[in-house]
T-cell receptor, first 112, second 112 residues
Framework: ELKVEQNPLFLSMQEGKNYTIYCNYSTTSDRLYWYRQDPGKSLESLFVLLSNGAVKQEGRLMASLDTKARLSTLHITAAVHDLSATYFCAVDGASGTYKYIFGTGTRLKVLA | DAGVTQSPTHLIKTRGQHVTLRCSPISGHKSVSWYQQVLGQGPQFIFQYYEKEERGRGNFPDRFSARQFPNYSSELNVNALLLGDSALYLC???????????FGEGSRLTVL
């Protein structure tokens, strides 16, 4: 069964610092998604990574995908307080199952 | 353009009762998926429907059922509610069964 693991689970960082969130998954998949969730809110799509080596950037966030290593990273550059949220990665299930498997989430708190 | 809309946004039920949650997809989207998110965890896949047919089912008991209507809206039904069914229920729509998911704001169910 496909499993998706994120680390760290909790991350407290100072404004202006850089950090990386890691997402590992257990079986082959060519599509990976990153979402942001604010407390009590729904999921906001951040990035869609569709192929090996894909890299996408939006503001202070950059996501990459290595399908051979079954690893995606979400890099935060010069963090600001507004980035405080929970970040989830999700991977398409095996062919034909039509479902996303979500990671455990990384709760990020950026301290002013 | 309207996004995915869900109703009700919040509801409180007691053990043993039944609940119906509703979802309207983004205009033009023909696939609807349902996810359960327990506090502090990532969303878990419950169902996917496409063109009114069930295309995928997660590891949930038969108390959970769903359907999709000709206008592509969907209902999630849960019978004989348990305390453990308390969660945020997220509906997501997509253009196709394997397309990117767009999530609604969710229905927060509390079972007492």
């Amino acid at each position: 069964e496909l499993k998706v693991e994120q680390n760290p689970l909790f991350l407290s960082m100072q404004e202006g610092k850089n950090y990386t969130i890691y997402c590992n998954y257990s079986t082959t998949s060519d599509r990976l998604y990153w979402y942001r969730q604010d407390p009590g809110k729904s999921l906001e799509s951040l990035f869609v990574l569709l192929s090996n080596g894909a890299v996408k950037q939006e503001g202070r966030l950059m996501a990459s995908l290595d399908t051979k290593a079954r690893l995606s990273t979400l890099h935060i550059t010069a963090a600001v307080h507004d980035l405080s949220a929970t970040y989830f990665c999700a991977v398409d299930g095996a062919s034909g199952t039509y479902k996303y498997i979500f990671g455990t989430g990384t709760r990020l708190k950026v301290l002013a | 353009d309207a996004g995915v809309t869900q109703s009700p946004t919040h509801l409180i039920k007691t053990r043993g009762q039944h609940v119906t949650l509703r979802c309207s997809p983004i205009s033009g989207h023909k696939s609807v998926s349902w996810y359960q998110q327990v506090l502090g965890q990532g969303p878990q896949f419950i169902f996917q429907y496409y063109e009114k047919e069930e295309r995928g089912r997660g590891n949930f008991p038969d108390r959970f059922s769903a359907r999709q209507f000709p206008n592509y809206s969907s209902e999630l039904n849960v019978n004989a509610l348990l305390l453990g069914d308390s969660a945020l229920y997220l509906c997501a729509s997509s253009w196709s069964p394997t397309g990117e998911l767009f999530f609604g704001e969710g229905s927060r169910l509390t079972v007492l």
